[in-house]
């Protein structure tokens, strides 16, 4: 099968992702109730008896509401960077030492045949980090919660065969929302969530004949739809030259209350 991933989950209200190898099944972030986890897992055919480990992205609630509860029931291991593990320590609950796991960021490990880099982003987090996985030389990369596209991030999320990245607003409509101005501030600036047009020009740097898919994720219910996002994401690519056919590069959708088709990487 090789390396496969589904989006259970999108969006302010939640967010998940399972990502898995011949040899190791992955959880990432748990924003969800344990028992809305199961439910979403069961769609695609996966339980919590099937994952190897649990990684976090940062502790901001809407990725680890059910960290705790789940990681518990299932005896797993979490992984987050020290200074996550602090933030989030109070909100989870108690978490065995021996299921306790710093990963720094940057840091690199390897479960079975799956290769997990942790990298920084730009986020009002404590330490957030985004993640890339690798198996048999096919890649996946993981964008959601940054202001920006660091030239770091950059050069991480390079030679990608997927990615999921964020497209969470358009800035007309954030603008013109009834969000009070202070929060519009803070979504709008450099450690807030990347606006669909940041997507669409973090992709002319990243778009070469290696990435075929890139599913668009973390879009706000308020201030976003997913055809104004391909539609925007879409304009800012071919004002800047690039044209291509469907079975070339896909734009891909992602559902803040249903999973993602299972897709396998590099084919």
Same mark, same amino acid.
């Given at each position: 099968?090789?390396?496969?991933?589904?989006?259970?989950?999108?969006?302010?209200?939640?967010?998940?992702?399972?990502?898995?190898?011949?040899?190791?099944?992955?959880?990432?972030?748990?924003?969800?109730?344990?028992?809305?986890?199961?439910?979403?897992?069961?769609?695609?055919?996966?339980?919590?008896?099937?994952?190897?480990?649990?990684?976090?992205?940062?502790?901001?609630?809407?990725?680890?509401?059910?960290?705790?509860?789940?990681?518990?029931?299932?005896?797993?291991?979490?992984?987050?960077?020290?200074?996550?593990?602090?933030?989030?320590?109070?909100?989870?609950?108690?978490?065995?030492?021996?299921?306790?796991?710093?990963?720094?960021?940057?840091?690199?490990?390897?479960?079975?045949?799956?290769?997990?880099?942790?990298?920084?982003?730009?986020?009002?987090?404590?330490?957030?980090?985004?993640?890339?996985?690798?198996?048999?030389?096919?890649?996946?990369?993981?964008?959601?919660?940054?202001?920006?596209?660091?030239?770091?991030?950059?050069?991480?999320?390079?030679?990608?065969?997927?990615?999921?990245?964020?497209?969470?607003?358009?800035?007309?409509?954030?603008?013109?929302?009834?969000?009070?101005?202070?929060?519009? /501030?803070?979504?709008?600036?450099?450690?807030? +969530? &990347? @606006?669909? *047009?940041?997507?669409?020009?973090? =992709?002319?740097? !990243?778009?070469?004949? /290696?990435?075929?898919?890139?599913?668009?994720? +973390? &879009? @706000?219910? *308020?201030?976003?739809?997913?055809? =104004?996002?391909? !539609?925007?994401?879409?304009?800012?690519?071919?004002?800047?030259?690039?044209?291509?056919?469907?079975?070339?590069?896909?734009?891909?959708?992602?559902?803040?209350?249903?999973?993602?088709?299972?897709?396998?990487?590099?084919?």
């Amino acid at each position: 099968m090789g390396l496969r991933f589904t989006v259970l989950a999108s969006g302010s209200t939640g967010n998940a992702t399972v990502v898995s190898s011949d040899a190791a099944t992955v959880l990432i972030d748990v924003g969800h109730s344990a028992k809305k986890i199961e439910e979403l897992m069961k769609e695609r055919e996966i339980s919590g008896k099937d994952l190897d480990a649990i990684f976090v992205t940062h502790e901001h609630s809407d990725h680890i509401k059910g960290l705790g509860a789940f990681a518990r029931k299932h005896q797993l291991p979490v992984y987050a960077n020290e200074k996550t593990w602090g933030a989030m320590l109070k909100t989870i609950g108690d978490i065995p030492d021996e299921k306790r796991n710093i990963l720094p960021t940057d840091g690199v490990m390897e479960i079975a045949d799956l290769r997990i880099e942790s990298y920084a982003i730009s986020h009002d987090a404590i330490e957030p980090v985004g993640y890339c996985f690798q198996s048999n030389g096919a890649k996946l990369s993981l964008a959601t919660d940054l202001g920006y596209v660091s030239d770091k991030v950059m050069s991480r999320l390079q030679n990608s065969d997927v990615m999921v990245l964020e497209s969470n607003h358009d800035v007309d409509m954030l603008r013109m929302g009834r969000y009070p101005w202070n929060i519009k /501030r803070r979504i709008l600036g450099d450690t807030g +969530h &990347l @606006s669909n *047009e940041a997507a669409g020009e973090a =992709l002319c740097s !990243l778009l070469t004949g /290696r990435l075929k898919r890139v599913y668009l994720a +973390h &879009l @706000s219910q *308020e201030h976003n739809l997913m055809d =104004l996002a391909k !539609l925007t994401v879409n304009t800012v690519l071919e004002n800047n030259g690039f044209f291509y056919q469907r079975d070339e590069f896909a734009l891909c959708d992602t559902y803040y209350d249903r999973p993602t088709p299972w897709d396998v990487v590099g084919k």
